[in-house]
């Protein structure tokens, strides 16, 4: 795991123009959120629970993966930014695979732009997740001038990602897609991927209060040229 | 033109036919014998516009009695499509001569309109001029000094290759019907037939034509379109450079209808026509060995028919490709909404799924503690039986039973609308195919079209304009003594139901295309002559008779009231009109030539020019092949608009030549 120090979270949780949360998808999102804590996380021990045995670092860094979760068109491009380095074909696949199922259309669940990037409010998420003794919030953590906030894992929520996959096949999807995302996010901080998200024109040009476009026929079109050059 | 009478189906020679007969209450095989008779053809294709321009005037003599006596000589080569300006700073230095002389190779009638002084000087004029990629030369030569025109040597060639094969070499008289026949045929004009109140049948040619492309000077404007107001000629070249289909079919029935009339007035019993009817049969005998004698000339005259049969082919495929290029844009669009339906009732699907799925998994599980006021359930009770927290009753899991019929609902509409993009991607497929097998068939057209241009240029026959001759001299022949000779008709047999009939049917055919085309017309002709200085203009309308009526200063006038500066431009105003909107048609046959001697004069304010210029300009440079030469006293603006190499200038008190 890097060292994530600098990852410093700036409270631009938006106060009073929060969005009422999408009716219906609360327990997808606690699941995704979840799946992403599970992939993200490594180990660690602590005083403050000694059954807790993982942490999750940054609140930004989680923010950043849900966007590549969120949003196949814009993974698909950071993956095709990984092939054109690495050469590794597997890349250029999995980016072609996400088109080949309509992905960019289908499971995109859009995020608005606030001051700070993509956000969405987590606390019901979260609160879901506490609820079931899977993940423990923490508070604000202080590390020299940079804060954060990171979240403990019991080991319960491994578990119950194991049998969610084995009861319902399906959610193997989310499994897999941190799997992907993390093939990005791995190496980076959460800055360094607000970053990326930020050398994207239509997510900067986005007005605060906007939601996130598409980039979908862009990286489509620059698929095809990759594809077509090998 | 609205896309739907782009697209109406046109009438074929055969239902014209059926039509007909069935009108006119008889056999179609007797419809088609009379109206044949009687030179009537079905014309329901519009010929492939063919493209005139000049490639070079140059002209030498002997100037006498003025301050600058001795030799001249004038040179102006290649000159292409685009704009071209002969100009002076002052007038009187030549350009009107010079455009004169265009014009009157333009239309093979020398010395035309140049003036006698100019005439009596030269010695030699060589105009070239192309037709589509066919380069034709005019040449006269006299003696300098000479003012009779029988005195002077014309020639009319073509280049075959590289050599020039004289198609006419003769005295000046002969060479105007040379030309004309050339024109007319080479363009695929039919004569404009008329009937004189006598009963004589005679025809508008090249002349009426060609005067449609040259404007200005000093003659006064009298008709909008050419220089003749009777016969509804106006009406007529515009409908010929339109490119009406069925025009040329129903002038021939007003002839015929007209000949036939004046056919039915008692006669002499004598035959006082015995001795012309004897020239026609000797004529016939003549022309019928000439064609023996060369079949050089019966491969051209087969190679042009064919490329007429090609032509109005042409036409037709290209009505059935835009037609299918409509249609598959249309299932483009189609295809491409449902299919963002499709993957918008995917997305609601998948999200539905996904929740039902993990509220699954989720519901199989106990809480530990409160969401909302995270009481710790080991040390509390567990939850209530109702699913709520025991201290602040909150409600833990939420079964949302809606939701299951909610996800049901989508996944039955994501099937109805997947089924719906399969066939309108079928569909799209179809009409892909349709519309690449009509491209196709143009393809096969144009190449068949290439191929005949190519042997039509290649075929060398000298004895072509014999025959071309000969038919003329039988033509002429034959409406002198009135075809009704031929035929002892009293005007109420067959022959008159079926030219009534014919002449309803094929009007009907003809109103319906050209309300449209006039409507386009007059509204060109109302922005053009507005923008040119027309005051005052609200509403032009040019009629079905070729009358346009105006409405200027809220009062209603016509084009015949005008003042002579404001005829001349509405004249040009209507000339520009009629090429764009031939061009933005796709149908039309304007050769796009336009010659304009001094549109600035009768009092045309500079801003005006300009707009004039400009317009013009654009006609020339946005309108593919184009050619407009502009004879013109020389002013500033011009330099914006004509490119400097396609000027001739006399600067001061220089002269042009």
């Known amino acids: 795991m890097t060292d994530l120090a600098d990852d410093a979270d700036v409270d631009d949780t938006p106060k009073s123009s929060s969005a009422p949360p999408v009716p219906g998808t609360r327990h997808r999102d606690a699941l995704r959120l979840l799946f992403i804590l599970g992939g993200g996380c490594h180990e660690t021990t602590t005083a403050i629970d000694p059954e807790v045995t993982h942490v999750f670092q940054s609140e930004k860094r989680l923010m950043a993966i849900d966007f590549l979760v969120r949003y196949p068109d814009y993974l698909a491009d950071a993956l095709l930014d990984q092939f054109e380095v690495s050469g590794d074909v597997s890349l250029l696949s999995a980016a072609d695979r996400i088109f080949v199922d309509d992905e960019p259309s289908i499971r995109t669940v859009s995020m608005v732009r606030w001051h700070f990037g993509a956000y969405q409010k987590i606390e019901t998420a979260l609160a879901t997740l506490h609820a079931y003794g899977f993940v423990r919030p923490m508070k604000l953590v202080k590390d020299g001038e940079n804060r954060r906030y990171d979240y403990y894992l019991y080991p319960k929520a491994f578990d119950f990602l194991h049998s969610a996959v084995d009861q319902v096949p399906a959610l193997s999807w989310y499994r897999d897609r941190v799997v992907l995302a993390m093939r990005v996010a791995a190496a980076k901080s959460g800055s360094e991927l607000k970053g990326w998200q930020y050398e994207h024109e239509e997510y900067s040009n986005t007005p605060r209060g906007g939601v996130i476009p598409s980039i979908a026929v862009k990286v489509k079109t620059r698929l095809d040229n990759l594809k077509a050059a090998r | ?657």
């Not at chain 2, 007909?20 to 009537?40: F, H, K, M, P």
């Not at chain 2, 030549?94 to 014009?103: D, R």
């Not at chain 2, 006021?373 to 009770?381: K, L, Q, R, S, T």
Request: aromatic share 6%; glycine share 6%.
């Open chain 2, 1 to 657: 033109m609205s896309a739907s009478a782009r697209l109406a189906p046109m009438t074929t020679e055969a239902e014209w036919l059926d039509s007909i007969a069935t009108a006119a209450s008889c056999e179609r095989q007797v419809v088609e014998d009379v109206l044949r008779q009687n030179g009537i053809k079905a014309q329901p294709g519009v010929p492939r516009a063919r493209q005139v321009s000049f490639t070079s005037i140059s002209f030498a003599g002997m100037k006498e009695k003025t301050s600058l006596d001795g030799p001249f000589s004038f040179e102006w080569s290649d000159l292409e499509p685009g704009l071209w300006a002969v100009m002076s700073d002052l007038n009187l230095r030549g350009k009107s001569s010079v455009m004169n002389i265009l014009h009157a190779a333009l239309r093979g009638d020398f010395p035309g309109d140049i003036k006698p002084d100019v005439w009596r000087w030269l010695s030699r004029v060589t105009v070239g001029i192309v037709v589509d990629t066919v380069q034709y030369r005019v040449g006269v030569e006299k003696l300098s000094g000479g003012e009779d025109p029988d005195g002077a040597k014309a020639t009319l060639s073509r280049l075959n290759r590289d050599e020039w094969v004289p198609l006419y070499e003769g005295n000046l008289t002969g060479l105007k019907g040379n030309v004309e026949t050339l024109f007319m045929e080479e363009l695929g004009f039919s004569k404009l037939q008329a009937v004189n109140d006598s009963g004589t049948r005679y025809e508008h040619s090249w002349p009426a034509v060609a005067a449609c492309l040259s404007i200005g000077g000093n003659a006064e404007s009298k008709a909008l379109f050419g220089e003749i107001i009777f016969d509804a000629l106006p009406q007529r070249l515009l409908q010929l450079f339109i490119g009406m289909p069925w025009i040329s079919t129903l002038t021939a029935i007003s002839a015929a209808k007209k000949l036939m009339a004046s056919s039915s007035l008692p006669r002499g019993a004598t035959d006082p026509l015995a001795p012309l009817k004897a020239r026609i049969k000797a004529a016939d005998q003549e022309l019928a060995e000439a064609r023996k004698k060369s079949p050089a000339a019966a491969g051209r005259t087969d190679a042009r028919t064919r490329m007429a049969t090609l032509d109005a082919d042409l036409v037709v495929k290209q009505e059935t490709l835009s037609a299918n290029r409509t249609k598959l844009q249309e299932m483009e669009e189609r295809h491409e909404r449902t299919r963002t339906e499709k993957l918008a009732q995917a997305k609601l699907v998948q999200e539905l799924r996904d929740e039902k799925d993990a509220g699954y998994v989720f519901r199989n599980l106990r809480p530990e503690r409160c969401p909302a006021c995270e009481a710790d359930f080991h040390d509390h009770h567990a939850h209530d039986e109702d699913g709520s927290c025991p201290l602040c009753k909150t409600t833990i899991v939420l079964e949302d039973e809606a939701a299951d019929d909610r996800l049901t609902e989508a996944e039955d509409n994501l099937k109805d609308i997947t089924t719906a993009l399969q066939i309108v991607a079928a569909e799209w497929k179809a009409a892909r195919r349709a519309m690449k097998e009509a491209e196709k068939a143009r393809d096969a057209v144009v190449a068949d079209l290439s191929l005949v241009q190519v042997e039509f240029r290649d075929k060398r026959d000298d004895v072509e304009l014999q025959i071309a001759q000969l038919e003329g001299t039988i033509r002429e022949l034959k409406a002198l003594v009135g075809e009704e000779a031929q035929s002892p008709d009293d005007g109420s047999g067959p022959e008159k139901a079926i030219f009534d009939a014919a002449e309803k049917k094929t009007k009907a055919i003809v109103e319906d295309f050209q309300a449209e085309v006039l409507a386009d017309v007059s509204k060109a002709v109302m922005r053009l002559a507005t923008r040119f200085g027309v005051g005052n203009l609200t509403d032009a309308k040019l009629n079905g008779a070729g009358h346009l009526k105006l409405i200027q200063g809220g009062a209603e006038t016509s084009f015949s009231k005008l003042t002579k500066g404001e005829r001349l431009r509405v004249k040009i105003a209507a000339a520009l009109a009629a090429v764009e909107v031939a061009r933005d048609r796709g149908l039309g046959r304007h050769p796009g030539l336009l010659l304009l001697d001094s549109p600035g004069a009768e009092e045309v304010v500079d801003a005006d020019f300009l707009e004039m210029l400009k317009s013009v300009s654009n006609v020339a440079t946005e309108m593919g092949g184009v050619q407009v030469i502009i004879g013109t006293v020389h002013r500033p603006d011009l330099d914006d608009v004509v490119p400097r190499t396609h000027r001739r200038h006399a600067v001061g008190n220089e002269y042009l030549f």
